[in-house]
């Protein structure tokens, strides 16, 4: 599965502070979409505005619309719980549970709201998501084993495998490499590029280099001053936004000539 | 460093700050290693003095002839101490079933459900039950929590008596092992919650965000990444709630009418007494082998307390690998 992702005037607001302002754009069904941008422009909290975890932070709210296939994710009636569920998420620094074994980690959101599922299933499950992870046959002997004995990008990987083990329709990637070595970096971003055969696929990266590797569509973010709240200043074909951006700001950002 | 020492230091070129060689003793990092080991051993003197003294005196008891015996005369020492220790850990153990829940479940209100103002204001009334004297605790238990038990023991009774634990006869002035009990439990209650509180406020972000972001509800994701997280935390929690438990004596002691009998039965006049409790209570008119015989209940209650300790860190080790350490 995987689901068009429209956002229509969107502002985010962390209680009195104004984050970012009036955001518009579609990130495409089976495609790689990046945010780009310096530190503080808001992008990973338009990210994170993407499935609710934003809210964590208490006095967030959003004004404007997202739209996941057309239904609003802010609509009153909606519940974030069940739009994480839809909207899965990898962090910066992986965060598989220590007290949990591979296994576990992988079945921890199968697990979640009462679900029962039956061995043979989960074997199953279990198999699939590392697979789908690349990390099945670095594992496969010691499922049993603590996640956090993996090396960091194993462990990023099986943080990835056990978002796309509750099949969401969308994956949210925040800096997923940041903390890793390069070949580590190297096998997420291999990951990322299959991912987005069967999922939309959000990453915000701080490695221009990275964005241009994996993404089709770039998004550029900025402040226009300190204090300000962040916008969108463009966003395209990948190819275009690094060769031939419309927008100074984006040009500069793109060559290094930035702040 | 003496005063003498820094002209002839500043003469020598090669002691300035380039020098590479070993500079004459730091007296701060040898003062302080010193005193920090020094307070190491001292701790590790007094557990072996208290050990030494308890065997010491209890040997005598160990050794005689129970016909000579000052409390239970003719029986053998661990007949003597058997229903105490029975009584100890039985009260120590309803206790904690009171306690646990209710000081996690505090815990957990505080660091994940509170608003940030009630939760500081009420850590701090937290924190001052635990320190109130335990003489204080006594007295209320005889003079408001005993009398107020009574309709729950009457009702328990006339309900519940198919079950063991609530047959029998109940007290007419509700001084049984059930409230001492409840004393305890609430005795208990602050230094379990504040541990508790400390180890889930040190969950990571991380994992709890992870939990949310797999579509979590709130209560799920303290299921999944705060109460594992903290459960080596939590256990050490309760270890120092049973030992303050297990030691009580002066509550105890103004509350429980108890003797030296086994039973099970929380609500009749028919109450077996804890150790400490026994030794307070008996001391006054022990004398001879009588007070070998106290110090020996003293002994076992020394080494249960240890035992249940050592349980403990057996639990917390075993999950070593999963407990988030690494």
């Known amino acids: 599965m995987s689901k068009r992702i429209e956002i229509k005037d969107l502002d985010i607001y962390y209680g009195k502070f104004h984050a970012v302002k009036s955001v518009n754009m579609t990130i495409e069904p089976r495609a790689v979409t990046a945010f780009i941008g310096s530190s503080g422009c808001g992008k990973s909290t338009v990210l994170r505005s993407l499935n609710r975890m934003h809210e964590v932070i208490p006095g967030a709210y959003v004004d404007g619309q997202v739209l996941l296939d057309g239904v609003d994710l802010y609509a009153p009636n909606v519940d974030p719980v069940r739009v994480r569920r839809q909207v899965g998420m990898v962090f910066q620094r992986p965060n598989p549970f220590p007290t949990m074994s591979i296994k576990e980690n992988i079945l921890a959101g199968v697990r979640l709201n009462n679900a029962r599922i039956s061995k043979s299933a989960a074997d199953e499950l279990v198999e699939k998501s590392l697979k789908g992870a690349n990390l099945w046959n670095e594992v496969k002997d010691r499922l049993d084993r603590p996640g956090s004995g993996l090396s960091g990008g194993q462990q990023q990987r099986l943080c990835i495998a056990r978002a796309i083990a509750v099949e969401p329709d969308v994956i949210l990637m925040d800096e997923p490499c940041s903390a890793l070595d390069p070949i580590s970096t190297l096998a997420i971003e291999d990951l990322i590029k299959d991912l987005k055969e069967e999922y939309t696929v959000v990453i915000v990266t701080h490695n221009m280099q990275q964005a241009a590797r994996v993404s089709d569509q770039t998004a550029f973010f900025n402040l226009k001053a300190h204090g300000q709240p962040g916008e969108l200043i463009e966003m395209g074909p990948t190819e275009k936004i690094f060769h031939n951006p419309d927008q100074k700001a984006t040009e500069d950002y793109i060559t290094g000539r930035f702040g | ?326």
């Open chain 2, 1 to 326: 460093m003496s005063a003498t020492d820094i002209p002839e230091a500043s003469t020598d070129p090669r002691s300035d700050s380039h020098s590479l060689e070993r500079s004459a003793k730091r007296f701060g990092d040898t003062f302080f290693r010193g005193l920090s080991t020094g307070s190491g051993v001292l701790i590790l003197l007094i557990l072996a003095a208290v050990a030494a003294f308890l065997v010491g005196l209890a040997i005598p008891a160990l050794l005689a002839d129970p016909e000579t015996f000052q409390f239970s005369r003719g029986q053998s020492f661990w007949k003597y101490v058997a229903p105490y220790a029975f009584g100890t850990m039985w009260s120590a153990i309803l206790a904690m079933i009171m306690a646990v829940p209710v000081a996690v479940g505090i815990a957990l209100y505080l660091t994940h459900y509170a608003p940030k103002r009630i939760s500081s204001t009420f850590g701090y009334i937290i924190d001052l039950l635990a320190a109130v004297p335990s003489v204080v605790f006594g007295l209320w238990g005889i003079a408001v929590l005993a009398p107020a038990m009574r309709p729950l023991f009457l009702w328990l009774n006339e309900h519940f008596s198919w079950i063991p634990l609530f047959a029998g006869q109940v007290s007419g002035t509700g001084r049984t092992i059930f409230t001492a009990s409840v004393v305890l439990a609430v005795m208990i209650l602050p230094i379990i919650t504040a541990i508790s509180r400390e180890v889930f406020l040190q969950t990571p972000k991380l994992h709890e965000e992870a939990s949310l972001a797999l579509g979590a509800t709130r209560w799920e994701m303290i299921r999944q990444a705060v109460i594992p997280f903290g459960m080596p935390g939590i256990i050490s929690a309760c270890m120092l709630g049973l030992g303050r438990a297990l030691g009580e004596t002066m509550a105890v002691a103004m509350v429980l009418s108890g003797s030296g009998i086994i039973s099970f039965k929380l609500l009749t006049s028919q109450n077996p007494n804890t150790i400490a409790a026994n030794i307070a209570q008996s001391f006054p008119e022990a004398h001879d082998i009588g007070r070998n015989q106290l110090i020996a209940t003293g002994l076992v209650l020394f080494i249960i307390t240890l035992a249940v300790n050592m349980t403990a860190r057996w639990i917390i080790n075993r999950r070593k690998e999963f407990s988030g350490a690494n």
